[in-house]
């Protein structure tokens, strides 16, 4: 068992956890606003650390406009100075994807544990360092996989816990991104594998965890496949555009574009980019159909589990609605979920994860006998109310305990991105990869039980 299996003992109520939070995009506000406002009675920022000086100023103003302490501002040059003089008991990561990796570690061997946004880091030498560091150092490394605490999706998994269709065979798992949210990716500095990983990484990551819990299993082995063929130039000519251009805001077709991001038409975007650029050079509206991006666009991948299930798995950016749809294939019958999302563009005022009226369903199907539709349990917030129940997991002094255990460590981390890490080498070779090959050091996280495999199976009953 990992040092960091089981949480630390939090401070007493009295004493408020010192954080400093290093990356200080869109992603960061939800915690900063959650030590400022909703966990300040035990919670306090005392560090901000960013690549871009304007940046880190904006936050300092989003303390000042919380009514909290207003915390000293650091460049990331100066992070190991930060670390000596804000002294942090818990460094929070959401930096480029590829940099996580690196402030993990330096903050776990000052003595610091760390929670990092996913993905925990891009590729397996990255990981085996984090983990190695975690080890040596035996700190708290936290993973924030806010999926899980969407309660439909918790849902699941209490159905999947309760043995209602046995032991589960295979999983079909489809995610479509709409051409706004999958756009998104086209234009930002994920569009480049070497700050991403590629989405099999970036995003794949959210659902590749969610099956690893929901099914309790360790990946064992990744065969995928992946192209891009909608966001191309070709497909801009196709269009009637003569692009593409450099980026949205200098583009002389912007007006005959549907792809086209108008910063200073976002306050949001506006402040936290469009005005910062002058410090960092890092455009937010970069045209989707350059030539130089060099992720997927559309991916699948075959993915086989120790426990002997077979994960079947694709994501799509450029599809007309957004949403999902998963079934559970067991020994005793299926459970069909799907979930319809909102139009979201990253740093906007827009939810993401919102979940449409309507748009939420779960069916248990027997093996034998009539289907039942299940009422999904609800709330309210970003990532269909995971991001809230998330943060009150983190930040309060004595959570309360959670049978599903969604609290994700360093070893959830890595068994996620392992999924995505050997799909990238599989798009490369056209092989099938063993994940033990990339991360050989791989260790089991803690998952709520699920029902044993060696477990008599019922007769099915006539159905006349």
Not at 400 to 415: P, Q
Request: proline share 5%; with cysteine.
């Amino acid at each position: 068992m990992s040092a960091s299996s089981t949480p630390q003992p939090a401070a007493p109520s009295s004493v408020r956890r010192r954080y400093a939070i290093v990356g200080l995009g869109s992603r960061h506000e939800l915690y900063q606003d959650g030590i400022e406002k909703a966990h300040a009675a035990t919670a306090q920022l005392v560090g901000l650390c960013d690549v871009n000086a304007g940046r880190v100023e904006l936050a300092r103003r989003r303390s000042a406009k919380n009514g909290a302490t207003v915390p000293p501002g650091y460049l990331a040059a100066d992070f190991g100075r930060m670390l000596t003089e804000a002294k942090p008991d818990t460094v929070i990561v959401t930096t480029v994807d590829a940099t996580h990796h690196d402030y993990l570690i330096r903050a776990m061997e000052a003595g610091c544990d760390v929670i990092t946004e996913k993905p925990m880091t891009t590729d397996a030498e990255k990981c085996r360092r984090v983990l190695a560091t975690q080890r040596r150092t035996g700190r708290c490394c936290r993973v924030a996989f806010n999926y899980r605490y969407a309660p439909p999706r918790s849902q699941v998994k209490d159905l999947l816990m309760s043995g209602v269709i046995g032991d589960v065979l295979s999983v079909d798992f489809h995610w479509l991104l709409n051409t706004h949210h999958g756009a998104d990716y086209f234009r930002r500095w994920h569009s480049k594998k070497e700050h991403s990983g590629g989405l099999l990484v970036h995003k794949s990551t959210h659902h590749f965890d969610l099956v690893n819990w929901w099914l309790g299993a360790m990946p064992v082995s990744v065969m995928a496949t992946g192209k891009r063929e909608f966001y191309t130039a070709a497909t801009a000519r196709r269009m009637g555009l003569t692009g593409p251009h450099e980026r949205c805001c200098t583009c002389p077709e912007k007006s005959q574009c549907g792809f086209a991001l108008d910063l200073s038409a976002s306050p949001s975007l506006k402040a936290l980019y469009g005005d910062q650029e002058v410090h960092d050079g890092y455009f937010r509206d970069r045209c989707v159909f350059r030539d130089d991006i060099d992720i997927e666009d559309t991916m699948n991948a075959l993915v086989t589990y120790d426990t002997g299930a077979t994960l079947s798995y694709s994501l799509n950016t450029f599809n007309a609605w957004e949403g999902y749809t998963v079934a559970f294939n067991g020994t005793q019958g299926r459970i069909e979920h799907s979930m319809v999302e909102s139009v979201y563009v990253n740093g906007t005022e827009t939810v993401q994860g919102g979940i449409a009226d309507g748009g939420v369903t779960i069916r248990v199907i027997p093996l034998r006998g009539e289907a039942r539709t299940i009422v999904p349990w609800s709330a309210e917030g970003d990532h269909g109310g995971g991001d809230r129940l998330m943060l009150e997991d983190i930040f309060l002094p004595n959570p309360a305990v959670d049978k599903y255990i969604r609290a994700a460590d360093e070893r959830a981390g890595a068994c996620s991105i392992a999924v995505g890490i050997a799909a990238n080498h599989s798009l490369q070779t056209g092989a099938g990869v063993k994940v033990a090959d990339l991360l050989p050091d791989l260790v089991r996280p803690d998952y709520a039980p699920m029902p044993s495999r060696t477990a008599s199976l019922p007769m099915p009953g006539r159905t006349s």
